[in-house]
């Protein structure tokens, strides 16, 4: 896989849900997140150059899940080696401050699984 990152980004040790916050249908899982954008296990390929509205959860410093949305621009998709799978990376283009916070919070909180 071609590295297509510039931000340090923390690997999902435990499962994260993406939805599409306007469809409501599953959208695929976290592999990694980072404070700019996320890449995307999903079982379809993402529309070149689209943007998405995603939600997720992440727990915050108490480990309670707190409700992330954010805006996304979809920046590349590539097959991956299990058919039927896609890896998506996608930059953050419309973050809240709270939703930056809490996950610049869950970043700060792993940084034993930064890649």
């Known amino acids: 896989m071609v590295e ?13 849900q993406v939805t599409n916050a306007i ?3 599953a959208a695929g899982q976290i592999v990694n997140l980072s ?5 995307l296990a999903s079982h379809r390929p993402a529309r070149e150059d689209a943007l998405y509205q995603f939600s997720f959860q992440l727990p915050d410093e108490r ?7 954010i805006g996304m621009h979809e920046q590349w998709t590539e097959q991956a080696a299990v058919p039927g799978q896609h890896w998506i990376g996608l930059r953050f283009i419309d973050l809240s401050p709270e939703d930056h916070a809490l996950v610049q919070g869950w970043l700060d909180r792993g940084r034993q699984h930064w890649e």
């Open 35 to 39: 404070i700019d954008g996320m890449m």
């Open 23 to 25: 469809t409501g249908e």
């Open 63 to 69: 480990g309670k899940l707190q409700h992330v949305e």
């Open 4 to 16: 297509h990152r510039r931000a340090p980004r923390r690997r999902a040790e435990e499962v994260i």
